[in-house]
T-cell receptor, first 112, second 114 residues
Framework: DTAVSQTPKYLVTQMGNDKSIKCEQN?????MYWYKQDSKKFLKIMFS???????INETVPNRFSPKSPDKAHLNLHINSLELGDSAVYFC???????????FGPGTRLLVL | AQSVTQLGSHVSVSEGALVLLRCNYS??????LFWYVQYPNQGLQLLLK??????LVKGINGFEAEFKKSETSFHLTKPSAHMSDAAEYFC????????????FGKGTKLSVKP
């Protein structure tokens, strides 16, 4: 299937741990994104990245870092997890020349 | 700065009734506007988009939205609600940056009563 996929779907971990969420798209898109959805369902951009430019939302703590091994992947690494990091994290991608984004199924992170 | 306001965090309709979900935007340039739907415990699915072509945009599942520049609105409608339409709906505007990050409204939860 052509899609945006994320792993894992659920992630439960302890405060202070380091974790990564993986995102892959096989749509051939040039730009990938990470969004955070909080407990009130509010969605906010964290990062956007293509092979030329990484744009970081200034409100994102530097404990969060995107890592792109290649054009089809944009992983999210989180250091020293905090309770407030509990949320659903969505990856998305879009083709060049359009502003339409296609979303992955989300990763539900719970920090205890 | 661009922004999106969705009026009504929760809308409840009866099955077969008209669905109207409101979205107003703020943008200093012609906007790109989107409606996404999120079913429980799932990701976001694109319903429809406005990209400066026709002002009446038809989407999936019988939904449509009309871009009204004079009202800075992009309301989502469906003539007859189905039980399966119950979900969270998000209006979004693409920001002016090169990467086109989406700025979302706070969402409207649609409930459909039998």
């Amino acid at each position: 299937d052509t899609a945006v996929s994320q792993t894992p779907k659920y992630l439960v971990t302890q405060m202070g741990n380091d974790k990564s969420i993986k995102c892959e798209q096989n749509l051939g898109h040039d730009t990938m994104y990470w969004y955070k959805q909080d407990s009130k369902k509010f969605l906010k951009i964290m990062f956007s990245y293509n092979n030329k430019e990484l744009i970081i939302n200034e409100t994102v703590p530097n404990r969060f870092s995107p890592k792109s091994p290649d054009k089809a992947h944009l992983n999210l690494h989180i250091n020293s997890l905090e309770l407030g990091d509990s949320a659903v994290y969505f990856c998305a991608s879009s083709p060049s020349g359009t502003k339409t984004q296609y979303f992955g199924p989300g990763t539900r992170l719970l920090v205890l | 700065a661009q922004s999106v306001t969705q009026l009504g965090s929760h809308v409840s309709v009866s099955e077969g009734a008209l669905v109207l979900l409101r979205c107003n935007y703020s943008s200093s340039v012609p906007p790109y506007l989107f409606w996404y739907v999120q079913y429980p415990n799932q990701g976001l699915q694109l319903l429809l988009k406005y990209t400066s072509a026709a002002t009446l945009v038809k989407g999936i599942n019988g939904f449509e939205a009309e871009f009204k520049k004079s009202e800075t609105s992009f309301h989502l409608t469906k003539p007859s609600a189905h039980m399966s339409d119950a979900a969270e709906y998000f209006c979004a505007v693409s920001d002016q940056g090169s990467q086109g990050n989406l700025i979302f409204g706070k969402g409207t939860k649609l409930s459909v009563k039998p």
